[in-house]
């Protein structure tokens, strides 16, 4: 009996390169083998295709087409968990519900409390004002970034030594989120790493896996990442 | 053949009353009829008990003791995602990947979009300055909460027409997060209720829900709330 083949879903996502949540979509895309347009949308300026997707303007938006149907999905958790949940080959949540809730929980330290107390000053007074024409950074509140990020870095060493993926043995969403939100420090030029050996041996891991290449290209047009954003050997 | 009885689970949340994050767990707990030993604490002077289980003194925390461990849960949505996994009986999520990819959207909306535009404003300046006493509200924040709450009365009204649950057909997540919002800012006396007429039919019915009592006894020492607040006709 030959099976009947369905046609394939087609993906397409609204993203922003310095967007951590739109980065970790991106990686859970790369991880997961999942080939995927991607159209390059700047938060401050949404097309008007991004606009009649999510009125909120807002990245990542993930669009699905199975041939009949298109889907729009916003959120970068219910992207995340939406990929895990219709491609579970490559699991990247944890295998039972206690390992899962680990998972989830590292997700939402990193993308509330590390992106609240270091992305959003770090990225939002050096690049995104500039880049949006919107006035100064804000000296303390550059300042603020660079001091929260220790503790931050400590807590991932403290991590990274203590188990193989930082929410347990394998590679999940923790890793992804984490390296998601300091992967636009480091676009900064900004990430203590010879502060932080355990979260830099940890980082160096991430980085050299074949889905973080798609990231490591990314250049800013009037905003170069520093020489060593793209080199594994950093 | 008789099965044999394994020992029940037993849970212990830690929660503050007035924490719309804690408040959607409870209703979780109510909604899936799951017995819980609640412990309040003080976001701002966490007990030393909840030290112990999440260093970062953060609410709300969900202590699952088997019999043999206790596991300790944190963040908002591990929390209610574990309790989903591991009673599914009562189903908060949606049937399907796509059903669930937009309660988690409306979650995320309510829970990051609504809390930083109104909630943090209101329940911030409003009563957790007092309480805490640390200083006097900025009437500035005050009024962006004021004024930010219509648009999201409108979006839930706009959803609510729609839709029988705010995410579909089924009270899902997405209402919980959303109702556990609005309760907070409900207990201040600050839901323009007579200016939304469908968001104001869509909460009154979530409120008569049994799993909501416990939130409508809530009384805050020397913080009592407005006449209207418990009663389902308000």
Not at 44 to 56: F, G, Q, R, T, Y
Not at 67 to 85: Q, R, T
Not at 105 to 131: C, D, I, P, Q
Not at 134 to 161: F, K
Request: proline residues 6%; glycine residues 8%.
């Amino acid at each position: 009996m030959i099976a009947l083949s369905a046609v394939p879903n087609t993906y397409r996502l609204y993203h922003y390169p310095l967007d951590p949540h739109s980065r970790r979509v991106r990686l859970t895309l790369a991880e997961k083998g999942i080939v995927c347009d991607l159209a390059i949308e700047r938060p401050w300026e949404p097309s008007a295709d991004l606009i009649a997707c999510n009125p909120s303007g807002e990245v990542p938006v993930l669009v699905v087409t199975d041939g009949k149907h298109s889907h729009v999905l916003a959120d970068v958790c219910a992207v995340c968990e939406y990929i895990e949940e219709t491609h579970p080959a490559t699991q990247l949540l944890g295998k039972d519900p206690l390992a899962r809730a680990e998972v989830r929980r590292l997700v939402g330290w990193f993308e509330r409390k590390f992106h609240g107390e270091v992305t959003s000053f770090l990225l939002g007074e050096k690049a995104l004002k500039r880049l949006m024409g919107t006035g100064e950074p804000d000296s303390v509140l550059i300042r603020t970034g660079y001091h929260n990020i220790h503790g931050h870095l400590d807590y991932i060493g403290w991590l990274a030594e203590r188990r193989n993926g930082l929410a347990g043995g394998e590679l999940t969403f923790a890793d992804l989120a984490a390296a998601a939100q300091l992967s636009v420090i480091d676009y900064l030029g900004d990430v203590p790493w010879n502060s932080h050996i355990a979260a830099k041996e940890w980082y160096a891991r991430i980085k050299s896996r074949p889905a973080f290449r798609g990231l490591l290209g990314d250049h800013i047009a009037g905003f170069p990442p520093p020489r060593h954003y793209a080199d594994l050997d950093f």
